[in-house]
């Protein structure tokens, strides 16, 4: 097949596109770290600290369309080449495509790059595809994860009320980050919102907490990060900043000056209209739950 302009091969012989599957002693692809979580979990401002490090290139969200650096975008290059890369059965082999041109590209921008970073929130997961898939397992890239060797660092929230609240006023304004708005600024949209889809939404990212550990329970890169613990007095904590520098292998010479700032205030139901019935809801679903 030929390949987009630039795009390199993830390496020679085993790791050629469409021999995505691993071989025994196949070399793995360390270098490459995914930075996964749902969205409003952090993923983002965890990702601009771990960009300040000069051995450090990030390729942002590679599964969301509006990445000009994305697979998207490759796929579009790849497919002007040759119209059949489009079908699903060749979705495996263009991203081990993708992931080699993001080798090549890293290095041609930072020659002393030792880690590349790609992230992926787990509700765009399923954008990988392959032209079968097994009812009820993870989005196929899971595993290709582990197949490769790459590491991942897994961001989760403690706080799933507010992730999820966060998550419908982020929508809702599509406002998802603090530098869209004026220095100094806040949000300060109200939303309504249906108590009984907010718990739906909680037990399903919930859940989803679980199964993703889970399949990385024996997988030795694979670092679980708390959002809550990420701060320390304003900057990102030092303990944490260590663990992940020795996680990835690089010297600890991260800025730990978060480049954006908290969108919402400390009070989550401030944002939304509905407030006291959310509020009951909740309460009423948790008594449920210590009565069960």
Partial sequence: MTSAPAAGRVGATDDAPGRHRRKPGAKKLKNLCFVIGRPRSGTTVFKGM??????????????????????????????????????????????????????????????????????????????????????????????????????????????????????????????????????GKGQQAKIHIDPDRLLHEIGATAKAYDKVARHFRSYSDYLQICYEEMFEEGEFSPALVRRVASFLGVPDEFDRKPQLNKLLGDDVFSYIDNADEVRERLARHDESGRRN
């Avoid at 290059?77 to 090549?104: H, T, V």
């Fill in 50 to 183: 771990l960009q300040t490090h000069s051995q450090v290139w990030s390729f942002g969200e590679v599964l969301n369309e509006s990445n000009p650096r994305s697979y998207f975008h490759f796929l579009k290059r790849l497919q002007a080449q040759n119209r059949d890369s489009i079908s699903p059965s060749k979705s495996i082999s263009n991203f081990m495509e993708y992931l080699g041109w993001c080798r090549e590209t890293a290095l041609e921008r930072q020659p002393t790059n030792r880690i590349i970073v790609l992230d992926f929130k787990y509700d765009q997961a399923h954008l990988l595809c392959e032209p079968w898939w097994s009812l009820n397992s993870l989005p196929r890239i899971f595993s290709l994860i582990r197949e490769l060797g790459c590491k991942v660092i897994d961001v989760h929230r403690t706080d799933l009320v507010r992730l999820v609240i966060s998550n419908k006023v982020a929508i809702e304004t599509k406002i998802y980050h603090s530098s869209k708005l004026e220095p």
